[in-house]
């Protein structure tokens, strides 16, 4: 199974895949949010070269957990860029995931502007890692230890 990730934003979106196992996310590009939303060939060659089977998608929620606007905002995109690629979609909270990526991006000596196009796609990289991570969590309870 294949997952792409979108860290969605006004003015782009971040994009990372899982490996064929679902076991590491990796970044993949930042696209114009206008792009993915108009099925793009810039998007396209994304869902033809990792041929994804789920959609994860970053919802930003408030500190407390809450959904506030900008969570709102992010479903209706998600549930067009859903319909366009007619696979499932899952959510899940991408909390301090922009951080994050700054904080690894910094460390890694990169300027504030080098960091600009790769924030969206390390940060997607890293909500989807921490899906995946909960998905194979849940395999080995159910089916028992993997060998």
């Given amino acids: 199974m294949v997952a ?19 076991r590491l996310a990796n970044p993949v590009a930042v696209v114009a949010t206008q792009e993915v939303l108009q099925g793009a060939r810039s998007f396209r060659r994304i869902l033809e070269d990792y041929e994804p089977d789920i959609l994860v998608c970053g919802l930003p ?5 809450d959904e506030g606007p900008q969570a709102a905002h992010v479903r209706e995109l998600a549930s067009h ?38 924030i969206d796609m390390i940060a ?8 995946l991570d909960a998905q194979n969590r849940e395999d080995t309870h159910e089916h028992g230890a993997k060998v």
């Avoid at 929620?61 to 957990?65: E, N």
């Fill in 61 to 65: 929620k408030t500190l407390s957990g």
């Fill in 81 to 118: 860029i859903q319909q366009l690629t007619q696979l499932p979609l899952v959510f899940v909270d991408e909390r301090l995931s922009s951080r994050e990526a700054k904080r690894l991006l910094s460390s890694q000596g990169c300027s504030e502007k080098q960091m600009r196009g790769k």
């Fill in 4 to 22: 792409l990730a979108l860290d969605i934003g006004d003015t782009r979106i971040g994009i990372a895949a899982s490996d064929r196992s679902a």
């Fill in 124 to 131: 997607a990289s890293l909500f989807l890692q921490v899906w």
